[in-house]
């Protein structure tokens, strides 16, 4: 059975994935409406999707609202007729849950819980519907140097942020259990590409190399993760939505492992190439190795057989993929510049106790 929704939610869609799987949907189906409901946090920047909102003012339209608003979320479902609800709406920084967890787990948690009980609500017994769920490879914790995580796996947060992230997957499944809702859930690993916010490594890399800031690597950079090209992630998700069984999670990644020195050193090579500082001889000598991250997950890997068997692979090698994100921050300074503001210098303050990153 092949699901083909028309008017979906997007719920976060101003953030880095939400704004690539508006593009990409918007891109590739004339018949489809996209309703993006999102708060505007920090994170969430409209200035991802103006050209968007521009180019296609019958099929999308925005609420700057939050998830956790029952009644309004109610009202914009009723109003467009919403098939399919899809949340990637979150807090996800580890770093600022370490500082803040409360938010993530009002987000990240009630959120999605509230967001479930209205769909429930305003479907009632349709099986003609969707609610996908986007979630992270985070929540089944940490991995040695071997092994890969299979949707069976355990779930084993160990940051804030996973654990509430795992709360709501828990969340989603119940609801499919109890009330029948159709739901699916989708598990990534780390996603990188354009539009991504300059407090997670790529992005913050890069943007330091830039301003010549130092670039701070936790502990010994020898933590592994495992990386995502965005709009492959999009491709599964949207794959997931059409062909994946009701009530499963598929977990969907690459198999390009990285410790995350040797992925600093990777990009600092790449800008030396595309734009030579004036300053340094290599990039690489603005690393620095500051305290490690508490709780840090040594290693994240997924099997993602599951999601193949649907259809789905990465397209996109590291290789291609690392290029044309350092060339996209390169080529979008307005994007990035505007993001460089008093809230994000106060966090970076609070992060490292009053010093400025990799002191
Ligand atoms: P992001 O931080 O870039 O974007 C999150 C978006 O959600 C922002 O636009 C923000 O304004 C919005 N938002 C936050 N709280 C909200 C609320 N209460 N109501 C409405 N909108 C709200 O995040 P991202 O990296 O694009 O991640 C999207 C989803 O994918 C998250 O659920 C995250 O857990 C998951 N995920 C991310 C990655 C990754 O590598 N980035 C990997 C796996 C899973
Ligand atoms: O694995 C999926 C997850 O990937 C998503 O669920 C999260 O939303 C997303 O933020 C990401 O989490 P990570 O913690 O893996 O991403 P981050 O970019 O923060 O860190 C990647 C690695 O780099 C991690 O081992 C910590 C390290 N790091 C990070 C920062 C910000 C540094 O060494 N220095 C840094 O300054």
């Not at 920090?42 to 956790?68: C, M, P, Q, V, W």
């Not at 580890?94 to 409360?102: A, K, T």
């Not at 709501?168 to 590409?193: C, E, M, Q, R, W």
Request: glycine share 6%; aromatic share 14%.
């Amino acid at each position: 059975m092949v699901y083909t929704p028309q008017n979906i939610l997007i719920t976060g869609g101003c953030g880095f994935i939400g704004s690539n799987f508006i593009r990409y949907l918007l891109g590739n189906y004339n018949q489809i409406t996209v309703v993006n409901v999102d708060k505007l946090t920090y994170a969430g920047n409209i200035l991802s999707l103006k050209d968007i909102s521009e180019r296609y003012e019958n099929r999308y339209f925005f609420y700057k609202e939050d998830i956790t608003n029952s009644d309004s979320i109610f009202k914009i479902m009723e109003r467009h007729n919403i098939d399919t609800i899809v949340n990637f709406a979150a807090e996800s920084h580890v770093d600022r849950s370490i500082l803040n967890p409360e938010i993530f787990l009002t987000t990240n948690t009630l959120g999605t819980l509230r967001l479930l009980e209205v769909a429930r609500n305003f479907w009632g017994n349709d099986n003609n519907v969707r609610f996908h769920h986007i979630s992270t490879d985070e929540v089944y914790g940490s991995l040695k140097d071997h092994g890969k995580f299979l949707e069976s796996s355990c779930y084993k947060p160990s940051s804030p942020y996973s654990a509430s992230k795992a709360g709501a997957d828990h969340f989603v499944y119940s609801y499919y259990k109890t009330f029948n809702l159709p739901v699916t859930i989708t598990n990534s690993s780390n996603n990188y590409g354009p539009y991504q916010f300059p407090e997670k490594l790529i992005p913050l890399t890069i943007i330091n190399c830039l301003n010549h800031k130092n670039i701070p690597i936790y502990g010994k950079g020898e933590n592994i993760r495992n990386w995502l090209f965005v709009e492959d992630h999009c491709e599964g998700i949207d794959l997931v939505i059409r062909r994946g069984k009701v009530g499963e999670s598929y977990n969907i990644a690459s198999n390009d492992e990285l410790k995350n020195i040797n992925l600093v050193r990777r990009i600092c090579k790449i800008l030396d190439e595309i734009k030579p500082s004036k300053k340094v001889k290599s990039y690489s000598e603005l690393i620095s190795f500051v305290e490690d991250r508490p709780g840090h997950d040594y290693r994240y890997a997924l099997s993602f057989d599951k999601v193949k068997k649907l259809g789905w692979t990465p397209k996109t090698s590291m290789k291609k993929g690392l290029q044309k994100t350092v060339l996209w921050y390169v080529e979008n300074e307005n994007w990035w510049k505007s993001i460089l503001n008093q809230e994000y210098i106060e966090f970076y303050k609070k992060w490292y106790g009053g010093k400025n990153q990799g002191e």
